[in-house]
């Protein structure tokens, strides 16, 4: 009898403490507060089922939340990354047990970037130099990770000052409106999280062609465009009072919630190992947020007293260096200038200053690596003068050699950023393009090599001299061979373009070639 007496007590005693003691997930809002309350109580139904005991949740904006970890009512946190590096050093929060998986169009995803964009037709909005003094529109500014300060350190780092003050639109919470904002005309730019812009297009809202993305960023296995590096997605921690028995098993819990299983389904985001914050406490101390924003105290006098000795004996040696320094200096600079003058004959065309075959070699296998990694293409342009050496009979060889030099100039102004040209001898040059998505892109250029290589040249001597160009090129990896190789069939191409009728390009073909051979 006893012994019921004391179950039955304990099984009151324990309905006590569930009605009692609830778990509390506090969750930082960025949504209203309806829409995060039904995106996040399936997460604290599924703890509570996994936890036996009830979990309270409480969605919060942030000064909300804030308040609310201040007065102890919080447990367990899930929040955007940099608030919840500002509450490990400010409430010495502990590491965090799990952190975010989105799963979005059938991607799971640990991280996330920052976006920006303009309108299409926003023709002097190019760069991260062009919004400077432009209006940029976002969800806020302190308090939007995803949403502005990404951005902002992208910009810090480019020497700019992020949008402040008049020059910043705040928005509200939403991203979406971010991008009416900006199509609207109200801003001339704006910030949104990494995935907003294609879940815009999917649902219909959005059309690709009215906007263009500034500083597109070239990230491996991310299925979004983003304008920043990718930092991780949210942590979810426990706060100090809560004990490492119950932290545990909520850790598993968390693990044990399948991005794919049924939970997922009805809306449960998924968990893995937590991540590493310091990409994101290097962005607050690059943009001097707190508790970053504070410059410690520390003047001339305390660094006299602490280092005196030191500071002395670095002044004396200074001073010894200076002097032997003088006649080093001296003479390392004869020694680099006469370095740098063998150097540049080594690799340079007496002649033009181009870039000569060895330098073009050493550039062309380079870029052949850097093509690779990036999955794009770059042409071999072999490129021959028509009619050069007629004019090189005629008027002489030093009038050929102005006609060479006015060519090679015009010819290398022709070219994109990035490209290369060389000539590798008597009337013969070559140019590698990069950075092409795929084989048209190549075109403009080629078209202006032809124009460049026809405008005629008065010579010093008052003569005007006219040559054309013939033109083959070849494209890698889709010619996949060595560098060698790619020269070769280059050539091939110029040879074809030469035999039907000069003035123009022609694109290698490998059946072709070998038919020929």
Not at 220 to 229: E, G
Request: aromatic share 6%; glycine share 6%.
């Amino acid at each position: 009898m006893r012994a019921t007496t004391l179950i039955l007590w304990l099984c009151a005693a324990a309905t006590q403490v569930w009605a009692v003691e609830p778990l509390r997930l506090g969750v930082l809002a960025i949504r209203p507060q309806p829409l995060a309350m039904a995106q996040w109580q399936p997460l604290a139904n599924y703890l509570a089922a996994s936890l036996g005991r009830p979990v309270e949740l409480a969605v919060h904006a942030l000064a909300e939340l804030d308040a609310a970890i201040a007065q102890n009512r919080v447990d367990v946190l899930l929040t955007n990354p940099v608030h919840y590096v500002r509450l490990q050093h400010q409430n010495g929060l502990a590491g965090p047990l799990v952190t975010l998986v989105n799963k979005e169009s059938g991607h799971e995803l640990q991280a996330f970037g920052g976006v920006i964009f303009t309108r299409a037709d926003a023709a002097a909005i190019n760069t991260l130099k062009d919004l400077v003094n432009k209006r940029v529109a976002a969800i806020g500014n302190d308090d939007a990770f995803g949403g502005y300060q990404m951005q902002a350190l992208e910009m810090v780092e480019a020497g700019l000052a992020p949008p402040q003050g008049d020059r910043l639109l705040v928005t509200g919470k939403a991203h979406d409106q971010v991008v009416e904002t900006v199509l609207a005309g109200r801003a001339d730019a704006g910030f949104v999280r990494s995935g907003v812009i294609e879940a815009m297009m999917r649902e219909g809202r959005l059309d690709a062609e009215r906007i263009k993305i500034i500083n597109r960023q070239k990230l491996q296995a991310f299925p979004y465009v983003s304008s920043t590096r990718l930092y991780p997605e949210w942590p979810l921690a426990v706060m100090p009072h809560v004990n490492d028995r119950l932290a545990r098993r909520l850790t598993i819990a968390l693990l044990s919630l399948s991005t794919n299983g049924a939970p997922a389904r009805a809306g449960l985001p998924g968990f893995a190992n937590p991540a590493s914050y310091a990409a994101v406490e290097n962005l607050m101390r690059r943009l001097r947020q707190p508790p970053f924003d504070a410059v410690p105290e520390f003047t001339l006098t305390d660094l006299w007293a602490k280092y005196a000795l030191w500071i002395t004996a670095l002044v004396v040696l200074l001073q010894l260096l200076a002097l032997a320094g003088v006649g080093l200096a001296w003479q390392n600079r004869r020694v680099r200038q006469a370095r740098a003058r063998l150097e540049h004959i080594a690799h340079h065309d007496t002649l033009t200053t181009l870039p000569n075959r060895l330098l073009l070699g050493d550039r062309l296998h380079q870029a052949m690596a850097q093509m690779q990694r990036r999955g794009q293409s770059l042409a071999v342009v072999y490129l021959d003068l028509d009619g050069f050496k007629e004019i090189n009979d005629h008027h002489g060889h030093d009038v050929g050699d102005e006609l060479l030099i006015a060519v090679a100039q015009r010819l290398k102004a022709a070219l994109r950023e990035g490209d290369s040209l060389a000539r590798i001898g008597g009337d013969e040059f070559v140019a590698v393009l990069v950075d092409l998505e795929q084989a048209e892109d190549c075109a403009p250029v080629l078209d202006r090599l032809l124009l460049a290589a026809s405008d005629p040249v008065t010579a010093g001597s008052g003569q005007v001299l006219q040559v054309s160009a013939s033109i083959g090129v070849t494209f890698y990896p889709q010619d996949d061979v060595d560098a060698d190789k790619l020269m070769r069939h280059a050539d091939h191409a110029m040879y074809l373009a030469k035999q039907s009728g000069r003035n123009r390009y022609r694109f290698f073909d490998a059946a072709e070639a070998v038919a020929a051979a």
